[in-house]
């Protein structure tokens, strides 16, 4: 308790201040207790850290506000660029609707659409070459499924004689599955491919005869049968029209014609749905 009150007493013992001029006047000389000094130099620390906390603030706003000022100039220079593009786009499109160079150079518009960015117009033209890109690539697809996809008719001027599915044979009596479509045609009449594709067998095949089989990719195979003469080699390139045999009546048959087979993954299926396309495939 003693030590407590003496150390009160020093918190309030005065100190003396004394303030000398560089001139000749009286010194100032003041008084202050111990604590108030204390407060005095507590209040300074205080205030000046809150000064130091303001100019941080302050410096971190105007940051702000410089990063601010600056994404909106560019969303503005953004707008225009794209309402620029917008604008000419419609234009070409009126021009692309004439039908004659005299209508185009009538109709131009030469009148300065305001400036563009150009590094903004370079990203939109190679984000529209990569869409061009996609489209071009899917087109090239549809398309090689287009020419590996076979239609109409293996040989002109042709009937079919005989269809898919369940028949009684021609030869046996017996009731067995037709996994083919017989188009009857004239002895030596040419036979056709119906797709691109690579010959993957061309020769003798026990009751199919002469055979050919051409691998067109997509999952499609097609076979053709009984033929007189085949003029298409194993590996051979061929495109839809090309002739690759003659229609004949080798192996088991009643007579000339080609037995024509569509297999869709290794499967047969109706070659009559790929026949309707077109009358032949010249």
Sequence with gaps: MYKMKKFIRRLFNPVTIILVSSGNKKPVSAKLPSIGIILLLASWIVFTGYIISVGVTTTKYFAIKDKLDFYYSQF????TTINSLKKAETQFNRLFSLKSKED???????SDTGSLDMDLLKKQIERSMETVGEIKDYLRQQRDIYFATPIGMPVDKGYISSNFGWRTHPLTGKRNFHSGVDVAAWPGSPVRATADGIVSFAGWSGGSGKLVVIEHGF?????????RKIIVKVGQRVKRGDVISYVGSTGNTTGPHVHYEVWIDKKPVNAKTFMGVKKNVQ
């Design 219 to 227: 999952g499609f195979t097609t076979c053709f049968a009984h033929n």
């Design 104 to 110: 185009i150079l009538e109709t131009l518009d030469v």
């Design 76 to 79: 503005v220079e953004l707008r």
